[in-house]
């Protein structure tokens, strides 16, 4: 099965970036279309961002569209989420998923991403 592990979260002021990295093991990510989640303190957790395996389809909610990116190396089974113009209601744990299909098969640990203003 796939492993998923996080990188690239900080501490940023608002309005700055942020670049967030997906480390795939186990599996090819080229098997799966790949998402960026996040979950704030006592919220759920909700979609940030996905692209289809093959990188010709990407999807953002209106909350971030615009200011982040989705992108995927299949090559170096990495996906990456760039984060600009950062606003501190990003603040939250952002987790990496893989899908096959219409089933889950991995989630990461989550990074930390705070924005002060």
């Known amino acids: 099965q796939v492993q998923l592990v996080e990188s690239g979260g900080g501490s940023v002021q608002a309005g700055g970036s942020l670049r967030l990295s997906c480390q795939a093991s186990?599996?090819?990510?080229?098997?799966?279309?790949m998402g960026w989640y996040r979950q704030a303190p006592g919220e759920q957790r909700e979609f940030v961002a996905s692209i289809s395996w093959n990188g010709q389809n990407t999807y953002y909610p209106n909350s971030v569209k615009g200011r982040f990116a989705i992108s995927r190396d299949n090559v170096e089974n990495r996906v990456y989420l760039q984060m600009n113009s950062l606003k501190p209601e990003d603040t939250a744990v952002y987790y990496c998923r893989a899908l096959e299909g219409a089933t889950v098969v991995a989630w990461g640990q989550g990074t930390q991403v705070t924005v002060s203003s």
């Open positions: 186990g599996r090819t990510i080229s098997d799966y279309d």
